[in-house]
């Protein structure tokens, strides 16, 4: 069934077992374990197809930047055995209609109600039940509610001064026209210089008449070194799948890749630089994994760092322009790496200006453009690569009531408290894929998604066979997982001071600053909820009818 024909099947059961948000890869997935599970499912999805993500950002040069054969679902051996992808990092187009082929190949339209966006879900403790209400005017009570909504969905223009008053074109670059924007002859001027900047700002050079980048911290980034996958490559790997796809699931960070063995500081500086060499030009992220202590030891991350300080001054022809680019406030890795095509190198092109508003802030944006304190610009057309409220925001901003009437919002007001990224006390019934707590951000999203899917079918089957009515973790196993993700935050160079990243929460103002995802290690962290399975599904208060939940209110994870 198309998007299209989807559509106009818009009339929405009353009740469902399971309400799932969003339809993204995690969304995708969960409807097809479901059904297949027996039980009725209803999905509502903002967007007008499947792909998250992908359906969202399609910013000229997005792409992904883990190996695309490894970046899809490993779930269905015909999907992978049949769908080929043709470049080592594939682009935004190729990756959605990769969705759109399973979509397809599962028939999963049919229980998904596109442009439509989940705008209160209220759990009812005398039924178990959650309703949730939807902005088209849908009301579904279901026994289980489950959240597929990303961590990186809910994108964020800054509150600048002069908003309103700019006349040009505006775009923000996870919410990109689906028409394409054409920026020939015009003058461009884009604000940030993360991953999706540093992926955009080559391909808006190309087009634009002039393009004056805004940074306010330069960023590592590492050639993508992106090519054609040859037939033979794609081959192999799929004839290799099932090894593959198991490395994957107990490697660190969901793929497969070689573990390093040696710190950087026990080798000599040639051995050093011919492994950063090495890793430079295979490409994407390797380099922050060929020593062990690139992570965790800054004398070591900063044999890395100035590796990379160096090639920016090989790259950029202007030393001036080379100097404004080179990262040495924070350590390498601490915020997301970027993968880059052609990056550094587009700061030679006469057409491009860089400019520096750390030392020269934007004051505001006016009728013509925008203003620094020191200088004025005039803009077609302002492209803002600004990022998102990462982890927490797309859940927060969805009215969630739980036990008590207490809303998610207030309950995670200190910073986000789950049980393994998957649940939230005082919220029973409602499960959350990739959620903070879970390694998900820090890893091969389809390896840890896939994993959280898994585990939540698996746990639904099991508490239905049991004749369970509510579920919910226990207030001290919450606890207990909190501190466990803090403390083996502080082992990594992640939580330094000098780092303010997206996954500390820092790039939103106000939002408490707390290392946000588990980075313990995909496998690690497998391993963990397998144990917590094995053992009954320990930290899960189960209630079963006629008894009285256990639960307390949401709230009560505040003071832990
Ligand atoms: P981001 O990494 O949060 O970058 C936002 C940029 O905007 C930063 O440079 C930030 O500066 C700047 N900024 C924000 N507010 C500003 C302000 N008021 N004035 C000036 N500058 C401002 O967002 P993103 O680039 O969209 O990437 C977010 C995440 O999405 C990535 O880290 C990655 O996980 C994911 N992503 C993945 C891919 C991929 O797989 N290929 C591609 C794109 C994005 P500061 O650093 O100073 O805050």
């Not at 990769?98 to 442009?115: G, S």
């Not at 020939?184 to 940030?192: E, F, H, L, N, P």
């Not at 980048?213 to 996958?229: D, E, G, I």
Request: glycine share 8%.
């Amino acid at each position: 069934m198309s998007a299209a024909q989807a559509k106009q099947k818009q009339a929405t059961p009353s009740s469902v077992d399971a309400v799932v948000v969003g339809a993204g890869f995690s969304g995708m997935y969960l409807i097809h374990r479901l059904r297949k599970m027996g039980l009725s499912v209803q999905a509502f999805e903002t967007g007008s197809d499947v792909g998250g993500t992908w359906y969202w950002n399609r910013y000229p040069g997005a792409r992904c930047d883990s190996d695309s054969v490894h970046y899809s679902f490993s779930f269905d051996k015909d999907i992978e055995q049949e769908w080929s992808w043709s470049e080592r990092y594939s682009p935004q187009p190729e990756i959605l209609k990769y969705q759109q082929f399973v979509a397809d190949k599962l028939d999963l339209r049919r229980n998904i109600k596109f442009d439509t966006r989940v705008a209160e879900t209220v759990f009812d403790e005398s039924t178990n039940k959650w309703t949730v209400t939807t902005d088209a005017g849908d009301n579904v009570t279901c026994r289980y509610l489950i959240m597929a909504t990303g961590c990186l969905s809910n994108s964020r223009m800054p509150d600048m001064k002069g908003m309103d008053s700019y006349k040009g074109d505006v775009y923000h670059t996870g919410q990109w026209p689906h028409e394409g924007v054409d920026f020939t002859g015009k003058r461009v001027g884009i604000i940030g210089t993360g991953s999706s900047a540093i992926q955009a700002i080559p391909q808006i050079a190309k087009q634009a008449k002039h393009l004056t980048v805004f940074q306010r911290t330069p960023n590592y980034s590492l050639p993508a070194q992106n090519h054609k996958l040859d037939p033979e490559y794609v081959a192999e790997v799929k004839a290799n799948y099932p090894e593959l796809r198991e490395a994957a699931r107990w490697s660190a960070g969901g793929m497969p890749r070689p573990v390093p063995t040696k710190s950087a500081l026990e080798v000599s500086a040639e051995e050093r630089e011919a492994a950063y060499r090495k890793a430079w030009e295979g490409g994407g992220a390797d380099m922050l994994g060929v020593f062990t202590d690139i992570a965790t030891n800054k004398e070591a991350n900063e044999t890395a760092a100035e590796f990379m300080r160096a090639r920016i001054d090989e790259i950029v022809k202007d030393p001036a322009v080379a100097e404004m680019l080179k990262p040495y406030d924070y350590p390498i890795g601490t915020k997301r790496i970027c993968i880059d095509i052609d990056y550094f190198e587009t700061y030679n092109r006469d057409n491009v200006t860089l400019i520096n508003v750390k030392k020269d802030p934007i004051q505001e944006l006016t009728p013509e453009g925008l203003r620094t304190g020191e200088q004025e610009f005039e803009f077609d057309a302002i492209v803002f690569a600004t990022g998102f409220d990462a982890m927490t925001g797309a859940l927060t901003s969805i009215n969630i009531k739980g036990r008590g009437g207490d809303t998610l919002k207030e309950a995670w007001a200190a910073g986000p408290r789950t049980y393994l990224g998957l649940m939230s006390h005082g919220f029973p019934n409602m499960f959350m894929i990739t959620g903070p707590g879970s390694p998900s951000v820090l890893s091969n999203m389809t390896t840890s998604l896939e994993q959280h899917v898994e585990f939540v079918t698996d746990y639904i089957e099991k508490l239905d066979a049991k004749g369970v009515v509510a579920v919910e973790p226990d207030l001290k196993a919450q606890d207990d997982w909190v501190d466990t993700v803090n403390e083996v935050a502080k082992m990594s160079l992640h939580t330094d001071d000098s780092v303010n990243s997206w996954y500390l929460g820092a790039n939103v103002p106000g939002k408490p600053r707390v290392f946000m995802p588990y980075i313990g290690g995909v496998g690690a962290y497998r391993q963990i909820c397998n144990d917590v399975a094995a053992n009954d599904y320990e930290g899960f208060n189960e209630t079963l009818p006629g008894a009285t939940a256990q639960g307390t209110s949401a709230m009560a994870g505040q003071s832990a």
